[in-house]
C-alpha cells in the first residue's frame, strides 16, 4: 500500500510516516508540483509533529547508461524544501487549535504559513499548502498479498484498501528557474524525507518511488540470504542518493529474490538474472528516487516511463515522475510480473474514492467521515491461508 505503515517505527509512529511522493509538471509552464503525504489514516484532528522536519530534496539527474544495465547520474548539489511546524495553540479564546508552519527554500529564504488554510500560501516563485487531504493512493491490498502467497495473479477483490483515509499533505508549486535557478536542465531526482528536529537530527522515513519498502521488499519468503530480516526500517534511514556499504548486499539480495518472485506469478520467465543472480531492475529501483522531466508533456500515466524507456534504449516521451491519479499499482505489477511483455496485470482498482484535481493544491479535500485504522489482522489471515 503504497509506503503507508512501512515497517515497525512508522507503525510507532504515523505523524512521520511518508505515504507517498508525488512530482509532475504543473499545469502553469516551468513550474514543477511536489506532494508529500504523511499521517496514513489520519484523524480529523490531525497536525504535523513539531518534533519532526519534513524535507523535499532535489537534485540534477543525467541518463548515463540504458538498455540491459540502465542508470542515472545524479549531481551532488541540493536544492531543499525544508517544513518545520510549530505545537498547535488556541487562539483568541477559540476551542479551534492551529498550527503554524515555516518553508524554508533553496534560496534560504524562509515563508511562514498556516497549517489548513484551504487557498494555502504564496511568495515569489512559490505556492505552497500544508493539511488535512483525501488520500489520493488506491490499491487492492489483499490482491497483492493473494498474488504474493499463490504465485499466481489473484482476481480482485474490488476492495480499495484506503478507500476513504485521509493524510497530511505537503503541496509545493514552484518556479523551476526562480527557485533552482537552473532553467536550462528540466530532468531532475526528488526524494522526500522526514527526520528528528533538534541538536541531534536523525533521517526517520524516506521515500522515493512508491511500494518500494512494501510490496517490493517487505515480503522475505523468496529471501534466502536475510529471510528472518525486517528490512525496511533500516532501508528508511538510508541516504538515497549515497546509499552505505553495510547493508547494501541486504538489500540487493532481497529485491533480486522478490523480483524473480514476482517474475514466476504468470508462470513464465520475462527477466534473466545475469550470472551473480542479479535481476536487471535491481540497481535501477536501489536508485530510490522520483525522476521526473519538466520539459516534456504532463500525463496521468507517466510513473516509470523514463526508466520504461531507457531499458528499450529509446527516448522518453513523457515527464515520468509521478501524478496523483497514476494507478502505480498496475504499471509496477506489470512490469514486475511480465516486463510488458502480455496484458496489463491489473489489481481491479482503477481509481481513488474520489480522482485529485488539476487545481491547486490538486488533492481533495478531506473525508469529514474518515474509517478507522485498517484491519491488520486480515491481512495477517490471508497471509496465513492454505
Same mark, same amino acid.
Given at each position: 500500500? !503504497?509506503?503507508?505503515?512501512?515497517?515497525?517505527?512508522?507503525?510507532?509512529?504515523?505523524?512521520?510516516?511518508?505515504?507517498?511522493?508525488?512530482?509532475?509538471?504543473?499545469?502553469?509552464?516551468?513550474?514543477?508540483?511536489?506532494?508529500?503525504?504523511?499521517?496514513?489514516?489520519?484523524?480529523? !484532528?490531525?497536525?504535523?509533529?513539531?518534533?519532526?522536519?519534513?524535507?523535499?530534496?532535489?537534485?540534477?539527474?543525467?541518463?548515463?547508461?540504458?538498455?540491459?544495465?540502465?542508470?542515472?547520474?545524479?549531481?551532488?548539489?541540493?536544492? $531543499?524544501?525544508?517544513?518545520?511546524?510549530?505545537?498547535?495553540?488556541?487562539?483568541?479564546?477559540?476551542?479551534?487549535?492551529?498550527?503554524?508552519?515555516?518553508?524554508?527554500?533553496?534560496?534560504?529564504?524562509?515563508?511562514?504559513?498556516?497549517?489548513?488554510?484551504?487557498?494555502?500560501?504564496?511568495?515569489?516563485?512559490?505556492?505552497?499548502?500544508?493539511?488535512?487531504?483525501?488520500?489520493?493512493?488506491?490499491? $487492492?491490498?489483499?490482491?497483492?498479498?493473494?498474488?504474493?502467497?499463490?504465485?499466481?495473479?489473484?482476481?480482485?477483490?474490488?476492495?480499495?484498501?484506503?478507500?476513504?483515509?485521509?493524510?497530511?499533505?505537503?503541496?509545493?508549486?514552484?518556479?523551476?528557474?526562480?527557485?533552482?535557478?537552473?532553467?536550462?536542465? !528540466?530532468?531532475?531526482?526528488?526524494?522526500?524525507?522526514?527526520?528528528?528536529?533538534?541538536?541531534?537530527?536523525?533521517?526517520?522515513?524516506?521515500?522515493?518511488?512508491?511500494?518500494?519498502?512494501?510490496?517490493?521488499?517487505?515480503?522475505?519468503?523468496?529471501?534466502?540470504?536475510?529471510?528472518?530480516?525486517?528490512?525496511?526500517?533500516?532501508?528508511?534511514?538510508?541516504?538515497?542518493?549515497?546509499?552505505?556499504?553495510?547493508?547494501?548486499?541486504?538489500?540487493?539480495?532481497?529485491?533480486?529474490?522478490?523480483?524473480?518472485?514476482?517474475?514466476?506469478?504468470?508462470?513464465?520467465?520475462?527477466?534473466?538474472?545475469?550470472?551473480?543472480?542479479?535481476?536487471?531492475?535491481?540497481?535501477?529501483?536501489?536508485?530510490?528516487?522520483?525522476?521526473?522531466?519538466?520539459?516534456?508533456?504532463?500525463?496521468?500515466?507517466?510513473?516509470?516511463?523514463?526508466?520504461?524507456?531507457?531499458?528499450?534504449?529509446?527516448?522518453?516521451?513523457?515527464?515520468?515522475?509521478?501524478?496523483?491519479?497514476?494507478?502505480?499499482?498496475?504499471?509496477?505489477?506489470?512490469?514486475?510480473?511480465?516486463?510488458?511483455?502480455?496484458?496489463?496485470?491489473?489489481?481491479?482498482?482503477?481509481?481513488?474514492?474520489?480522482?485529485?484535481?488539476?487545481?491547486?493544491?490538486?488533492?481533495?479535500?478531506?473525508?469529514?467521515?474518515?474509517?478507522?485504522?485498517?484491519?491488520?489482522?486480515?491481512?495477517?489471515?490471508?497471509?496465513?491461508?492454505?
Amino acid at each position: 500500500m !503504497s509506503d503507508h505503515f512501512d515497517g515497525p517505527r512508522m507503525l510507532a509512529e504515523p505523524v512521520i510516516d511518508i505515504t507517498d511522493l508525488y512530482a509532475f509538471p504543473s499545469p502553469e509552464t516551468g513550474r514543477l508540483v511536489l506532494v508529500m503525504n504523511v499521517f496514513p489514516f489520519a484523524g480529523n !484532528s490531525a497536525f504535523f509533529s513539531d518534533g519532526a522536519i519534513y524535507k523535499f530534496r532535489i537534485r540534477r539527474a543525467h541518463i548515463a547508461y540504458t538498455g540491459q544495465k540502465p542508470a542515472f547520474d545524479v549531481d551532488h548539489q541540493e536544492f $531543499d524544501f525544508t517544513f518545520t511546524f510549530a505545537a498547535p495553540t488556541k487562539e483568541n479564546g477559540s476551542d479551534q487549535f492551529v498550527q503554524q508552519g515555516t518553508c524554508t527554500t533553496p534560496t534560504g529564504d524562509t515563508v511562514s504559513f498556516q497549517v489548513h488554510a484551504p487557498e494555502g500560501t504564496q511568495s515569489p516563485g512559490l505556492r505552497m499548502f500544508a493539511g488535512l487531504r483525501l488520500d489520493p493512493f488506491f490499491a $487492492d491490498v489483499t490482491w497483492v498479498l493473494r498474488t504474493t502467497k499463490h504465485h499466481q495473479v489473484a482476481s480482485s477483490s474490488g476492495e480499495d484498501f484506503i478507500n476513504g483515509a485521509n493524510v497530511l499533505s505537503i503541496v509545493v508549486e514552484l518556479e523551476v528557474a526562480t527557485l533552482l535557478g537552473i532553467p536550462d536542465h !528540466s530532468l531532475f531526482a526528488i526524494v522526500a524525507e522526514t527526520w528528528t528536529a533538534g541538536k541531534l537530527p536523525m533521517r526517520l522515513a524516506r521515500l522515493g518511488r512508491p511500494e518500494i519498502k512494501n510490496f517490493t521488499m517487505s515480503i522475505p519468503r523468496a529471501d534466502r540470504v536475510n529471510q528472518d530480516l525486517e528490512i525496511r526500517d533500516l532501508y528508511n534511514q538510508e541516504d538515497a542518493f549515497n546509499l552505505a556499504p553495510p547493508y547494501l548486499s541486504a538489500y540487493r539480495a532481497r529485491l533480486n529474490a522478490n523480483l524473480a518472485d514476482w517474475d514466476q506469478c504468470d508462470g513464465k520467465t520475462d527477466w534473466q538474472l545475469d550470472k551473480e543472480g542479479n535481476h536487471p531492475l535491481t540497481d535501477l529501483l536501489l536508485a530510490d528516487f522520483l525522476i521526473v522531466d519538466v520539459s516534456k508533456p504532463f500525463s496521468e500515466t507517466s510513473y516509470f516511463e523514463i526508466e520504461q524507456s531507457m531499458l528499450k534504449g529509446i527516448v522518453h516521451q513523457t515527464c515520468g515522475g509521478r501524478s496523483l491519479n497514476d494507478d502505480i499499482v498496475d504499471t509496477m505489477f506489470t512490469l514486475y510480473i511480465n516486463a510488458g511483455n502480455g496484458d496489463r496485470i491489473s489489481d481491479g482498482i482503477d481509481q481513488a474514492f474520489k480522482r485529485a484535481n488539476y487545481q491547486f493544491p490538486y488533492l481533495q479535500a478531506p473525508n469529514p467521515t474518515p474509517p478507522a485504522l485498517p484491519n491488520f489482522d486480515r491481512l495477517a489471515q490471508i497471509l496465513a491461508e492454505p
